[in-house]
């Protein structure tokens, strides 16, 4: 997976129709995804409860791009080397979930991934500062995580500019996860970011049956920023 910086949409599966998992990814990245995400939440880190390792893994053969996992659960360690296993490309924990997050960090290249950072809307950016050689991605939560289709705050723009001056030249995406849609795409773009997560704003009005919506949706994303 060659890095570049060119802007990328990764619809969020937890916005697809959870029964139809499968033709979902295929549906969507015919329709133009570039990535795929795949929200893990456990109940207690977040409020709400989704999926694991085995759905990784049951996923992996319909996703033809890049399989984005998103761990929303503390503890992250004792579950890397599964999340490897389930073919995860790029495997994101949040600063807050743990007290070490940079042994995290090495565990997860350690064991074969692309290592990503988040950080809530609450946590500052300084809080990546000392970890950016340590990462491959920067994930800016730009709602509360645990539920889709919150609104987006407008706050952590300027966090997003922030961490765009401090990466510099790395090869170090920055991805916004939450409240994505053609009106607060553009701005996060111009602020620094490149992997756009939207779950509803690509989902929105379409199946897997008629999944032409996905693609008018995206392209609307697309033609905003």
């Not at 300027?158 to 991805?175: C, F, T, Y």
């Amino acid at each position: 997976m060659s890095f570049d910086r060119s802007v990328k949409i990764a619809p969020s599966i937890l916005a697809a129709d959870f029964a139809n998992f499968g033709a979902e990814c295929r549906a969507v990245e015919a329709q133009g995804a570039d990535w795929i995400h795949i929200d893990v939440m456990d109940g207690h880190f977040v409020p709400n409860l989704t999926f694991g390792p085995p759905m990784c893994a049951a996923l992996r053969p319909h996703i033809h791009t890049v399989m984005d996992v998103h761990l929303m659960i503390a503890p992250v360690d004792p579950f890397i080397e599964a999340y490897a296993a389930a073919g995860a490309d790029i495997l994101t924990a949040h600063v807050e979930a743990g007290p070490h997050i940079h042994r995290t960090l090495q565990a997860i290249r350690g064991a074969g991934m692309r290592a990503g950072l988040a950080l809530n809307p609450g946590t500052p950016a300084e809080a990546a500062l000392g970890l950016l050689d340590m990462v491959d991605l920067v994930c800016v939560m730009t709602v509360n995580p645990g539920f889709g289709g919150q609104r987006f705050i407008h706050s952590q723009v300027e966090k997003v500019r922030s961490l765009r001056a401090a990466i510099g030249d790395r090869p170090v995406h920055i991805e916004i996860d939450g409240g994505v849609d053609r009106e607060t795409a553009p701005l996060v773009v111009e602020a620094g970011a490149d992997v756009l997560v939207a779950g509803s704003a690509v989902f929105r009005g379409g199946s897997v049956d008629e999944p032409a919506a996905y693609g008018t949706n995206m392209a609307a994303i697309r033609a905003a920023i």
